[in-house]
């Protein structure tokens, strides 16, 4: 699957469901907060934090910019409208992230909630290479991808198409690692969306030599 393809899938699917998607958080306990708040606790004041695939904002962008300089990126123009809206002190742009590219050295933390496994999976060790240069020295990463064998499929959800892509979980360790971080912690957990269960790898690195 190329490139246009796939990304204007997610975009597209993204705007379409911005509404739903904000809702289907509701009356449940997602992990990423908890998993946040240990980077946070780990970061100085005023620490650079990047927020790939931050959405509308909600909770997790939100959360960075209370005490860091947060930067947000996402694919959708909608979820980015409504990001300015509900954290108006982060810097915020309608990105892909095949494409996005920063200075060495430009963030102290990098997280991705729910965000990688829209990406094809032959991009993730590219990426996460990309991450490891944007890094400062001891930089941290927060991501979860989710950890099945998916090389690539459109499927429903939320009613909208949308594109997944992810490698089994003993793979993404390994890309993790080859890109040059340590990994503190990692572990599968489940939560509920919209009902239903699904699993997520979840993964906190450091950034190594």
Same mark, same amino acid.
């Given at each position: 699957?190329?490139? #246009?393809?796939?990304?204007?899938?997610? *975009?597209? =699917?993204? @705007?379409?469901? +911005?509404?739903?998607? &904000? $809702?289907?958080?509701?009356?449940?306990?997602?992990?990423?907060?908890?998993?946040?708040?240990?980077?946070?606790?780990?970061?100085?004041?005023?620490?650079?934090?990047?927020?790939?695939?931050?959405?509308?904002?909600?909770?997790?962008?939100? #959360?960075?910019?209370?005490?860091?300089? *947060?930067? =947000?990126? @996402?694919?959708? +123009?909608?979820?980015? &409208? $409504?990001?300015?809206?509900?954290?108006?002190?982060?810097?915020?742009?309608?990105?892909?992230?095949?494409?996005?590219?920063?200075?060495?050295?430009?963030?102290?933390?990098?997280?991705?909630?729910?965000?990688?496994?829209?990406?094809?999976?032959?991009?993730?060790?590219?990426?996460? *290479?990309?991450?490891?240069?944007?890094?400062?020295?001891?930089?941290?990463?927060?991501?979860?991808?989710?950890?099945?064998?998916?090389?690539?499929?459109?499927?429903?959800?939320?009613?909208?198409?949308?594109?997944?892509?992810?490698?089994?979980?003993?793979?993404?360790?390994?890309?993790?690692?080859?890109?040059?971080?340590?990994?503190?912690?990692?572990?599968?957990?489940?939560?509920?969306?919209?009902?239903?269960?699904?699993?997520?790898?979840?993964?906190?690195?450091?950034?190594?030599?």
């Amino acid at each position: 699957m190329s490139g #246009a393809p796939w990304r204007d899938i997610v *975009a597209g =699917g993204y @705007d379409r469901v +911005a509404d739903d998607y &904000a $809702r289907l958080e509701d009356g449940t306990q997602w992990p990423r907060m908890r998993w946040l708040a240990e980077v946070l606790d780990r970061l100085p004041p005023g620490s650079r934090v990047l927020d790939l695939g931050c959405g509308n904002g909600l909770p997790a962008t939100a #959360a960075i910019a209370a005490a860091h300089d *947060a930067t =947000g990126v @996402d694919v959708s +123009a909608e979820q980015i &409208a $409504r990001a300015r809206a509900n954290v108006p002190t982060a810097e915020l742009a309608v990105a892909d992230l095949a494409d996005l590219d920063y200075p060495a050295g430009s963030f102290d933390a990098v997280v991705a909630f729910y965000t990688i496994d829209h990406l094809p999976r032959e991009l993730h060790a590219t990426l996460l *290479a990309r991450i490891r240069r944007w890094l400062s020295d001891g930089g941290l990463l927060l991501f979860c991808t989710e950890p099945d064998d998916n090389p690539g499929v459109v499927g429903d959800w939320l009613g909208t198409p949308m594109y997944f892509s992810s490698h089994p979980a003993e793979v993404t360790r390994r890309l993790v690692t080859d890109a040059g971080f340590e990994i503190h912690r990692g572990s599968v957990e489940q939560q509920l969306e919209g009902g239903r269960p699904v699993d997520w790898l979840w993964i906190l690195a450091r950034t190594a030599g």
